[in-house]
């Protein structure tokens, strides 16, 4: 099969791969129907986090199974399903109480490399949720922005306790924070600002709920949220970015007894002790436990309530995957989605 590896910093090849076959007897194969580039692969893609040699790049999908493990038992072939960034059992005590991915047996996706024509899917039975058909196509690419970037915004606006009455502010203009101001304003924010400093991510956060935009960074960034909710801060921050800037100016945008939701993959951040002390801010955040709200973001994408699709503006054949990382690495494409 064909499928995409990052050789080295900026080499980005799409190649021939092993065909994937069942290893485990819980496992599942199969045919991607799309995939995408994510801001996370960006980190090897530009040489901030080392390699030893090439690697199959990709962890968000969605597809059709092909053939199950003989010990999957709700998982059928033919169906169109979606999965998260890590596999999961769904089972164990740390699955259930919603946090999948820590499960205890996770496989992280991006080892397998899902932008390929085909994948195995570990742990089908708890990774993988089926649709309730085969999916018009035009919700193809709402059903794989849950795979991750719609199940990571929904995660971080949940731990910032976005809800009703609440006033949320989201730094970074990625998919993943354009879906934090989607998710806000499906858990009834009342007031959502949006701090992006470009024109087509400002329109996009609009259309997704933002009602200020904030387009000041670092501490005047800071002073600007401030300046909007009287002096006090936001009740809800999400970060979404993943630096020492980002993260800073997230506690800080953050009122006294507020909450303040990180997924940004973080990369040499490190947080003061006194000033987090001082701070009085609910902190929660990691990878987003995505297992955990497919069900209702599949049902939200089906019933046409959200459209988190419009987050991907390039399109292109997987074989052209190197321009789709180029794209997104020169800011000229939000999100990138992948055809194989
Ligand atoms: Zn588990």
């Known amino acids: 099969m064909r499928g995409v590896v990052l050789h080295a910093p900026g080499d980005i090849r799409v190649e021939e791969r092993p065909d994937p076959m069942i290893i485990e007897p819980t496992d599942a194969i199969i045919r991607v129907t799309a995939a995408c580039v994510c801001g996370s692969d960006l980190w090897p893609y530009r040489g901030v986090e080392k390699l030893d040699g090439p690697v199959p790049m990709g962890h968000e999908y969605v597809g059709v199974v092909e053939e ?6 709700t998982i059928k072939p033919g ?11 769904n089972t164990c005590e740390i699955c259930r109480s919603g946090y999948q991915s820590a499960c205890v047996h996770r496989v992280l996706m991006g ?11 570990p742990l089908a039975d708890g990774t993988l949720v089926a649709t309730p ?3 018009e196509p035009d919700l193809v690419s709402s059903l794989l922005a849950a795979s991750d970037v719609l199940g990571t915004g929904w995660f971080a606006a949940v731990a910032a306790q976005a809800g009703p009455g609440k006033t949320v502010a989201v730094v970074g203009d ?7 101001i989607l998710a806000a304003k499906q858990l009834g924010a009342e007031r959502i600002i949006a701090m992006s400093r470009h024109a087509s991510r400002q329109e996009l956060a609009r259309r997704f709920g933002a009602t200020d935009i904030v387009t000041e960074r670092g501490d005047e960034g800071v002073a600007a949220i401030k300046e909007l909710t009287g002096g006090l801060g936001a009740h809800s921050v999400v970060e979404a970015v993943g630096t020492q800037e980002a993260m800073t100016q997230a506690i800080d945008s953050t009122r006294p007894g507020g909450h303040m939701g990180f997924v940004g993959v973080s990369h040499d951040v490190s947080l ?11 902190l929660h955040g990691g990878p987003a436990p995505v297992r955990q709200y497919l069900p209702e973001l599949i049902d939200l994408i089906y019933s046409r309530r959200i459209d988190p699709g419009q987050v991907f503006d390039l399109t292109l054949p997987l074989d052209q995957a190197a321009e789709a990382y180029r794209a997104m690495d020169e ?8 055809l194989p």
């Open 331 to 338: 800011r000229r494409a939000v999100k990138a989605l992948l």
């Open 133 to 135: 058909g085969l999916p």
């Open 68 to 73: 199950v493990g003989s010990e999957v038992t």
């Open 174 to 180: 990625g998919a993943v924070g354009l879906c934090a």
């Open 79 to 89: 169906q169109f399903v979606v999965g998260s960034f890590w596999a999961s059992d």
């Open 111 to 121: 080892t397998i490399g899902t932008q390929a024509e085909y994948a195995r899917i």
């Open 272 to 282: 003061p002790g006194d000033e987090l002390f001082f701070s009085l801010v609910h």
